[in-house]
């Protein structure tokens, strides 16, 4: 495999030149603003919470995997793109079912492996089902995570995290909408050249700061305290 081969999958890019996407490139800059902005939230936070930490992180390093890719526009570069997405979503989401749900580290474990097979088994499904030129066909492998945010909303109660769960909803949404702009990219070129990639962007940086400032206001508290089992 050639890691240098260079890749051409948005509207924007017009040859391999390194800024060839600089609306792409660029627009990363909005996931770093959100790990400040989140940073700051965590900072005024009443105690450590080493996961939220972990979470800024890596969206820091989804800014700057993505700027890479945008950039280099190559088969490396495209494992940096992809790769903290992926563990950002896997590692949220052992969290959110710890924070949102109150469950405990075994069942968070097993809700996040049900998670990967669900996703493999879905992916594979819309595979048999999409042609290779679909709309969706670029962006199938997000569906998951978008309905890992409706799933963990809707079983959240809204007695135990209060606004929280309207905000989760309302997270999902905005992560639906941005989907849909990244999804359409290719499909508007010859009416609107520079694509809506970019604009997945924006709204992405949105979607992960809300997501960590959820999981900062509900705190580290549900790791050591079990949520409670009524009987009878």
């Not at 989401?93 to 996040?112: C, D, K, N, Q």
């Not at 809707?154 to 905000?167: D, F, M, N, Q, V």
Request: hydrophobic letters at 55%; charged letters at 10%.
């Amino acid at each position: 495999m050639d890691w240098f081969a260079p890749v051409d999958l948005y509207c924007e890019r017009t040859d391999a030149g390194f800024w060839a996407e600089p609306l792409n490139a660029c627009s990363n800059v909005a996931f770093l603003l959100a790990a400040l902005a989140a940073a700051s939230r965590l900072r005024r936070a009443p105690g450590p919470d080493p996961a939220a930490a972990l979470m800024i992180a890596l969206v820091v390093s989804v800014g700057v995997g993505s700027y890479l890719f945008h950039s280099f526009a190559n088969r490396w570069s495209s494992l940096a793109d992809v790769i903290p997405i992926a563990i950002f979503i896997h590692v949220y989401l052992f969290f959110a079912l710890r924070r949102f749900l109150g469950l405990g580290p075994l069942s968070s474990f097993a809700g996040l492996l049900a998670f990967v097979l669900a996703s493999r088994a879905l992916d594979a499904a819309l595979a048999a089902v999409m042609s290779p030129g679909s709309v969706l066909a670029g962006s199938a492998a997000y569906v998951p995570a978008a309905l890992a945010i409706f799933t963990v909303a809707s079983l959240s109660s809204p007695t135990e995290i209060g606004r929280e769960r309207g905000g989760l909803l309302l997270t999902g949404a905005l992560f639906a909408l941005s989907l849909t702009l990244r999804s359409v990219d290719q499909a508007i070129c010859q009416s609107f050249p520079v694509g809506t990639h970019w604009l997945w962007h924006v709204l992405n940086a949105i979607v992960l700061y809300r997501l960590v400032a959820a999981a900062i206001r509900l705190g580290p508290g549900r790791f050591s305290t079990p949520a409670p089992v009524e009987i009878g």
